[in-house]
């Protein structure tokens, strides 16, 4: 979950990356200070390029290897309730 999660990351700072950028530049909010023009056809083009470069970057995941878990550790407050549970037993119901 960990990796989905990371590249569902990756992709929202790419896109939102390419918006802020290519946005204004094919809407022409940036003609006064360049004098440049993106003409829509490249505009919409690189709007597709964009859909496609996520989700590539998401098929990639079909890549991941999973790390080999040797003993199960649950996460949070019942790992210590367990490791307690473990010293109560092992020490004859003192904990040192």
Do not use: K
């Not at 918006?19 to 530049?25: F, R, Y």
């Not at 490249?42 to 470069?53: H, N």
Request: hydrophobic share 50%; glycine share 4%.
């Amino acid at each position: 979950s960990r990796a989905i999660f990371r590249r569902i990351q990756i992709n929202l700072l790419f896109s939102l990356m390419y918006n802020t950028l290519c946005i204004p530049l094919a809407a022409g909010a940036f003609f006064p200070f360049f004098h440049a023009r993106l003409p829509p056809t490249v505009a919409a083009i690189s709007m597709a390029l964009s859909s496609i470069s996520v989700v590539m970057s998401s098929l990639s995941l079909r890549f991941y290897d999973a790390p080999q878990v040797t003993e199960y550790r649950p996460r949070g407050w019942l790992w210590l309730w367990q490791s307690y549970e473990e010293l109560s037993q092992t020490e004859g119901g003192h904990l040192v």
